[in-house]
């Protein structure tokens, strides 16, 4: 059924395309026009041989003007300035889109440009199905530049390009400056360490304030003890542990589950942190309730909306025994744009593809993306006021640091559902204190004997 519908959306959509972009046929072709109407007949052919691009573009929202309002923005800015090529979305909600898109692309039928999660989109690309973008980012050198390339090899196989960032995922701690000032203690900053968040811990305790605002309940989230991962050596090894060579349960991952033992004996998460969720570790926080909390870019208008000039961001902790560079942030692909492989037979098609990806990753797209309080997925940062958003500001003075450098990928997202889950299980075991360090570390490995 999902096929047939697919398809039935496709000829619906060339349809209205041809019956929208056709020219009036002429009344009569024997009669001899008058001066004024061989005006209009020239004005006729110049017309349809200008007649738009359709290009189409798979979305993984139902309505992307207003639940990717960013994007929309992008699109319609190309389109004014792009009168000639025509972007048809084609929207459904996540999971419906994904299934949409094997359907489709089973029969040949995929849009030309569309969202797709990472494991799919690189069985895709490894059927055939997508176009190698390689020969785009050569043909345009700027755009090329301005994307991290962290976030380029998050999709790329082996020198084939199959895919480029969509939106980044941008994590790490939000903090609470106004608690910070009332009990005397020295805002986190870029490079602050371990050592130090564990004397705000202290002081936070002896005032009966949690630290850290998490809820076991939501075990994915975990996004800023994911980067600290990286802070432990994580991109050097998990190639080994995933072939089997090396262990999860290693010297280095046990001092990094070291640290979040030492956290939670020393009170640095809810009391209540094994019986509440996100959503409720998010109400602790924005009630001024907790000092930090994991989080995210889209939790930004929110912690604005209550805390106003008191909002702070920061990457979390730096270890004087981890592994490697300790200057990591996280701003990775979550998921990316893809091309279908059959774009590459329309000639036509594939400028009007090739300017939309040049669009959609200048220096306008950025702006656009920025003033609709989203992070650009390039390395710019526009000059726009974002005042009203605090933030929202504080966030991309985070990402503004030069020197800060981001992996790939989040750490959970190069590996399989099922390991994904244990690596939750595992760090919110030991900051609920079922686990020791070294069982923690164990239950990763187990599901990983057993993916």
């Known amino acids: ?98 299934k949409n898109m094997k359907l489709l692309s089973q029969t040949g039928e995929l849009p030309d440009i569309f969202w797709m999660l990472p494991a799919p989109a690189k069985e895709m690309q490894e059927a055939g199905y ?12 700027v755009v090329s530049d301005y994307l991290p390339q962290s976030m380029k090899d998050a999709a790329n196989a082996d020198g084939f390009q199959y895919g480029l960032p969509y939106q980044p995922l941008v994590t790490g701690f939000w903090y609470n400056k106004a608690l910070f000032q009332e009990y005397g203690v020295a805002e986190p900053v870029p490079g602050t360490t371990f050592d130090e968040l564990m004397s705000m811990v202290a002081v936070f305790k ?22 600290a991962y990286c802070r432990y050596g994580y991109y050097d090894r998990i190639d080994n542990i995933l072939a089997g060579s090396d262990k999860f349960n290693n ?58 000039e008191n909002a702070g961001f920061w990457w979390g902790p730096t270890f004087t025994d981890g592994v490697g560079d300790q200057k990591v942030l996280m701003k990775v692909s979550a998921a990316p744009f893809v091309v279908s492989a059959k774009v590459a037979d329309d000639p036509a098609k594939t400028d009007a593809v090739y300017k939309f990806l040049a669009f959609y990753y200048g220096e306008e797209a950025a702006k656009i993306t920025v003033e609709n309080s989203g992070i650009p997925v390039i390395n710019f940062l526009p000059d726009v006021d974002t005042s ?64």
């Not at 005032?207 to 800023?224: E, L």
């Not at 998010?282 to 994991?294: H, I, P, V």
């Open 251 to 308: 010297t280095d991952f046990a001092a990094f589950y070291g640290k979040i033992a030492e956290l939670s004996k020393a009170g640095a998460f809810p009391t209540n942190i094994a019986t509440i969720d996100y959503f409720q570790a998010k109400d602790m926080f924005l009630q001024g309730q907790s000092a930090m909390f994991d989080s995210g870019h889209w939790d930004a208008q929110a912690i604005s909306e209550a805390l106003g």
């Open 130 to 141: 997508l176009l190698d973008l390689t020969e785009f980012l050569d043909s345009n050198p």
């Open 1 to 98: 059924m999902l096929k047939k519908i697919g398809v039935s959306i496709l000829c619906i959509t060339l349809i209205l395309a041809f019956v929208g972009c056709s020219s009036p046929a002429p009344t009569s072709t024997t009669e001899k026009p008058e001066a004024t109407e061989a005006v209009t007949s020239t004005e006729t052919t110049d017309s349809a041989q200008q007649e738009p691009v359709v290009i189409s573009l798979g979305m993984h929202v139902a309505d992307t003007q207003a639940q990717e309002p960013a994007t929309w923005a992008i699109i319609k800015a190309f389109e004014a300035a792009n009168p000639n090529i025509k972007v048809n979305i084609i929207g459904a909600e996540t999971d419906e889109h994904v």
């Open 388 to 451: 009203s958003n605090p933030a929202y500001t504080a966030l991309l003075q985070a990402l503004a640091l030069n020197d800060w450098k981001s992996p790939y990928a989040q750490p959970d997202l190069i590996v399989s559902e099922a390991v994904q889950n244990a690596m939750y299980d595992s760090l919110y075991g030991v900051m609920v204190g079922t686990y020791t360090p070294e069982q923690a570390l164990g239950v990763i490995d187990t599901a990983i004997a057993n993916d």
């Open 206 to 227: 002896s005032h009966n304030v949690a630290t850290i605002a998490q809820g076991a309940k939501s075990p994915f989230s975990v996004w800023a003890w994911l980067t």
